[in-house]
């Protein structure tokens, strides 16, 4: 198996996995900060992700083990869990905590976990892990769930075990991605599209800050207040759900109820980030990658400006990509705090836009940026070479 998971597996445990699944990461096309506010988002897999290799045990033990983190703690089988410190175990352990109080019997796991996505970079590692979880259980188990329930779990578990107040976004694209396509996901009626990602000549660069992200939980579930204070404000004179319910017309018309200037800009990133997805679905739809590469760079300037989540690293990102005419567009992409942008770059040139962003990039930040040319690949599932190389290997 891929990077030797399964001697890997029988090293630790002294027996052979019996099953294996993976779920991948994913970046954000355009539609940023979005999700929770009952908006338009254009995700899409990509074909880094965790991989989970499990095998039962009659010990009635949780192992969790990880070849990308130490914490290898053993959890005896109890009625539910709280998390535990900030070990990386939690986000498994959240998911094993929402089935067992659904009321469903489990014996003791063996579990191998390993993930090639770059950790805690804005790639939606924790939805990869849950997700990934999620899967397995349901298959182990029996459980029976949808395909959409795991997803709800997951974020749940985001939600109210980990108290991170994100939206679906991430978790319905790790699961519901499929090779090649950019999913168009309403987040208000969970109706979604999968649309060709015809980048034809071009390729999807994700390049990586490097900048460590502290405090993004809390900076986060503030943006998260900040739009609720929105929304109840517009409340009193328009019958609305979510932010995301109305657009920039009547926006403009409304947006005196809001009286913190602060929170007003916030609003504003968000409506106007709604209508631009509708924007780049048109442009992605007429292979018109000009006109997404130039929504891309709004979308950008947004987050850094009114919605005030970008940062030094993530906007060398983006400056130097605009001076470089073999790029149709760049972006943050994900929560932002440092993390990753990605940029639609010309395939011929990717290697010189690599080069010459990494220089860039190292002079002004001090330290190089990691830059990967993406596949966006298939969603969560059983493991198979097949399905997570997306038919490459
Ligand atoms: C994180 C959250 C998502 C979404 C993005 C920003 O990735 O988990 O729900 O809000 O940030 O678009």
Same mark, same amino acid.
């Given at each position: $198996? ?12 002294? =027996? ?16 940023? /900060? ?7 988002? $254009? ?42 410190? %900030? ?10 905590? /929402?089935?067992?109080?659904?009321? /469903?019997?489990? /014996? #003791? ?50 939600? *109210?075990?980990?108290?991170? *107040? ?21 987040? *208000? ?29 809390? =900076? ?13 404000? @517009? ?9 995301? %319910? ?5 926006? *403009?018309? !409304? ?9 007003? =800009? ?8 709604? %209508? ?7 442009? @992605?739809?007429?292979? +018109? @990658? ?5 929504? $891309?760079?709004?979308?950008? %300037?947004?987050?850094?400006?009114? !919605? ?15 001076? +470089? ?6 972006? $943050? ?25 990494s220089t860039y990039y190292t002079n002004?930040i001090g330290y190089a ?7 966006? #690949? ?16």
């Amino acid at each position: $198996m891929k990077y030797g998971l399964s001697q890997k597996f029988s090293d630790i445990y002294n =027996k052979e996995a019996e099953s294996a699944y993976f779920s991948p990461g994913r970046i954000n096309l355009i539609g940023e /900060h979005i999700d929770y506010n009952g908006g338009l988002v $254009m995700p899409c897999a990509i074909t880094f992700g965790t991989y989970l290799l499990i095998a039962p045990n009659p010990d009635g033990v949780f192992r969790f083990r990880s070849l990308n983190f130490n914490d290898a703690p053993d959890i005896p089988l109890q009625s539910s869990y709280q998390k535990i410190g %900030d070990g990386w175990f939690n986000f498994p352990l959240g998911v094993i905590d /929402h089935f067992l109080k659904d009321g /469903h019997q489990f /014996h #003791g796991l063996d579990m191998l976990y390993f993930g090639d996505i770059p950790i805690g970079a804005g790639l939606s590692s924790s939805a990869s892990i849950e997700v990934v979880t999620a899967f397995a259980l349901n298959e182990l188990f029996n459980t029976g769930y949808s395909k959409l329930d795991l997803v709800k779990i997951a974020k749940s578990v985001e939600n *109210n075990f980990i108290g991170m *107040n994100c939206g679906i976004m991430d978790q319905f694209a790790v699961a519901f991605g499929e090779k090649d396509k950019a999913i168009i996901l309403n987040c *208000n009626t969970l109706n979604y599209e999968l649309v060709n990602s015809n980048i034809k000549n071009y390729v999807l660069a994700i390049i990586n800050t490097n900048k460590s992200r502290k405090l993004v939980e809390s =900076k986060y579930n503030k943006r998260v207040e900040e739009c609720q204070t929105a929304l109840t404000a @517009l409340k009193q004179e328009l019958d609305i759900n979510y932010l995301c %319910d109305i657009d920039t017309t009547t926006f *403009n018309q !409304y947006k005196h109820l809001i009286t913190n200037e602060v929170v007003c =800009k916030r609003a504003k990133h968000v409506i106007e980030e709604n %209508d631009r997805v509708k924007l780049a679905a048109n442009a @992605l739809a007429n292979n +018109n @990658l000009a006109e997404f590469g130039k929504l $891309m760079y709004a979308s950008h %300037d947004s987050l850094r400006d009114l !919605y005030e989540v970008s940062g030094k690293e993530l906007d060398v990102v983006v400056e130097y990509a605009k001076t +470089n005419p073999a790029v149709a567009g760049a972006r $943050m992409t994900g929560a932002g705090f440092g993390g990753c942008a990605i940029a639609l770059v010309k395939q011929e040139e990717f290697e010189n836009f690599s080069l010459e962003l990494s220089t860039y990039y190292t002079n002004k930040i001090g330290y190089a940026p990691s830059i990967y040319s993406s596949l966006i #690949g298939n969603g969560a599932g059983i493991y198979n070479e097949y399905s997570v190389a997306g038919g490459q290997l």
